[in-house]
């Protein structure tokens, strides 16, 4: 009695062991037959079940299951891309941490994970040609977790994310990029972009900075972070940095320009009077160092002329002529320089009229009338 007993729960046993396995089996069959619906049906069944959910097994065939689902033309329509691929991701992860990459189901599970970045990194783009940004960056998050080294996925989620206005997030797929040894002139300008959008002129100006650990010798950097500088009224600050930036660009005229304007604030006109005669060596209609050079000789001649009249007429009668007329040479020296400047710019007053102060001093009656009917016109 007591054997038969003992039989007929070993055959119980046996029964719901394989009831339990059915459900794998089952969807297996059904997988081959190509009647996903019901092997998805069974294999929702074995992820349940205490006998069989723990088995790498169970979980492969899932992600396969669901990784078919995606790709048919028929059964997709019943799940949409995202939810299929995470679940197939899932399904293949957790076939890995049951028993390990190095094991059977954990090597194919390993290398049918590879194969899904394809499937979720194309879900993100669909969702974003469709406008869906925050679908997008979750499969987007999804491929990074298939590929954590590969740039391709956190780039898309950070165009994403910019699409979304949300920076916060862009940024933060920009700083994965850096972690995993990325770098590219493109990404530290969207970064700028972000931050000026932001209004952050410290961040500006850091990740102008980090830009130029990366590319020591990028020109717009340089000129970027140049223009922070001066922006902020750092100009002796910023000598060291044009510099750096001429040795990048030598035929940036405006390089020259701008480091004498600083110069020329600094009290240094020697120096200054050299960056600007290089400006115009370089480019003979640069605005600016023609400009200021009309400036420089123009007051030369004016504080000789003033000198002159402040002389006692004892004074003036020794020398007050040669002063006078060392300070028309200067205020003939200007006026080719103001000359070049209003071809530069013929609109622009301030150098309309430095023309017809320079040549009514020079006696040239008619020409600074013209300048002078200019200013008028100008006005209406």
């Known amino acids: 009695m007591k054997k038969t007993l003992l039989t007929l729960v070993a055959a119980a046993a046996l029964h719901t062991a394989s009831a339990q396995n059915s459900a794998v089996t089952n969807a297996i069959l059904y997988q081959k037959q190509g009647t996903l619906d019901k092997a998805r049906t069974e294999i929702d069944k ?196 044009i510099d750096r930036a001429i040795a990048a660009d030598p035929t940036n005229s405006n390089l020259y320009a701008v480091k004498g304007s600083i110069l020329d604030g600094d009290k240094q006109p020697v120096k200054a009077l050299e960056a600007y005669r290089k400006a115009v060596e370089v480019d003979p209609t640069n605005f600016d160092a023609n400009f200021n050079l009309g400036v420089y000789s123009y007051n030369k001649g004016a504080d000789l002329f003033t000198k002159a009249s402040k002389m006692s007429l004892a004074d003036y009668n020794k020398n007050g002529k040669k002063f006078e007329a060392d300070g028309k040479k200067w205020f003939q020296e200007s006026i080719p320089y103001f000359e070049k400047a209003l071809q530069a710019q013929p609109n622009d007053r301030s150098t309309i009229s430095s023309l017809q102060k320079a040549y009514l001093r020079v006696g040239r009656t008619a020409d600074s009338e013209k300048m002078s009917a200019k200013l008028d016109a100008s006005k209406k």
Do not use: C, H
Not at 67 to 83: D, F, Q, R, T
Not at 94 to 118: C, H, N, P, Q
């Open 46 to 241: 074995a992820i349940t079940n205490e006998k069989t959910q723990g088995k790498a097994k169970t979980w492969y065939t899932r992600g396969e299951i669901y990784e078919g689902i995606v790709a048919s033309p028929i059964y997709g329509k019943s799940l949409p891309v995202m939810e299929g691929t995470k679940t197939a991701f899932e399904s293949y992860s957790k076939a890995v941490s049951l028993e390990g990459k190095d094991s059977e189901y954990g090597k194919m599970a390993t290398a049918k994970l590879d194969g899904l970045y394809g499937l979720a990194l194309n879900a993100g783009v669909e969702s974003y040609n469709g406008k869906d940004y925050a679908k997008a960056i979750d499969s987007y998050r999804m491929a990074q977790q298939i590929r954590p080294q590969d740039s391709t996925a956190y780039l898309y989620a950070a165009y994403a994310s910019e699409a979304n206005q949300d920076f916060g997030g862009a940024k933060e797929m920009y700083g994965k990029l850096q972690g995993i040894g990325y770098k590219s002139p493109q990404m530290y300008g969207r970064l700028l972009q972000i931050a000026r959008q932001e209004k952050d002129d410290a961040a500006a100006l850091k990740v102008v900075q980090d830009a130029l650990v990366a590319y020591p010798t990028n020109k717009s950097f340089m000129l970027e972070e140049l223009n922070m500088y001066l922006s902020a009224g750092r100009g002796k600050e910023a000598l060291d940095k």
